[in-house]
């Protein structure tokens, strides 16, 4: 490796530990506030906000919930979960593929943390960025959709290594792709045999359940 490419490793290598280091502050208030998180990581369109939006029908009855949302540029996602009633905080990272701990900690004093029992953090659409970049979160879940193809799972390795919840999601369009669902199930877990895998479709409502269950809730 040449002198500047060390460099720019050891830069990222600061990067990464630097905001590790504000995740755990981040943690520490929500653990304060006996807050449970969960940081939901994915590509665009695998239908993360999709699933939160049937998460939160589903749950707002039971617990106290906060969503914060982030992308690019958009305030789409916040208002799609606000249609259910529950409070959502949108960030735009303008540049940036992936939340950091400190864009996570500058919105914390517009949530009413006093009054939370769960918060949810979709992440920017991306299966890379978010990989190396926690947030304070206390579980992952990476969703990923069968229309992604069958090799999203082996082609983005650290993101299953560093998730607790593995959604397969769009399994409503199982029929019309040439996609092996069970195999990505199997792919998913041989890189992390730790990982809670759960197939859905947060169209039709399958799996919504199983999924609820594997976080614990
Ligand atoms: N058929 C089908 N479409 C879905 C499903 N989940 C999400 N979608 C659609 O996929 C698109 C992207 O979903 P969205 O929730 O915005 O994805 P995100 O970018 O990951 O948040 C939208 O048009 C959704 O209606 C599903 O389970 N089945
Ligand atoms: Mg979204």
Not at 142 to 149: D, K, L, R
Not at 161 to 186: F, T
């Amino acid at each position: 490796m040449s002198g500047q490419a060390f460099r720019i490793f050891d830069v990222e290598q600061d990067l990464i530990k630097a905001n590790e280091k504000l995740a755990k502050e981040v943690q520490k208030v929500f653990h304060e506030k006996g807050i449970k998180t969960f940081d939901i990581v994915g590509a665009i369109g695998a239908g993360k906000t999709a699933i939160l939006e049937a998460l939160v029908e589903r749950l707002k009855g039971k617990y106290r919930l906060a969503l914060v949302t982030a992308d690019v540029t958009t305030e789409i996602d916040a208002d799609r979960i606000r249609r259910h009633g529950v409070e959502c905080i949108q960030i735009n990272t303008g540049r940036e593929c992936a939340l950091t701990a400190s864009l996570l900690k500058n919105v914390l004093d517009k949530l009413p943390l006093n009054d939370v029992d769960i918060l949810f953090v979709e992440n920017v659409g991306n299966l890379i960025c978010p990989a190396d970049f926690v947030v304070g979160c206390d579980k992952r879940i990476v969703v990923v959709s069968i229309t992604e193809g069958g090799h999203v799972i082996i082609k983005h390795p650290l993101l299953f290594k560093m998730s607790d919840v593995a959604v397969i999601n769009k399994i409503d369009l199982r029929s019309i792709m040439d996609v092996d669902p069970e195999k990505m199930v199997e792919d998913a877990l041989t890189i992390n045999p730790s990982l809670k895998v759960v197939l859905t479709s947060a169209k039709t409502g399958e799996g919504i359940d199983e999924l609820i269950k594997a976080l614990g809730l």
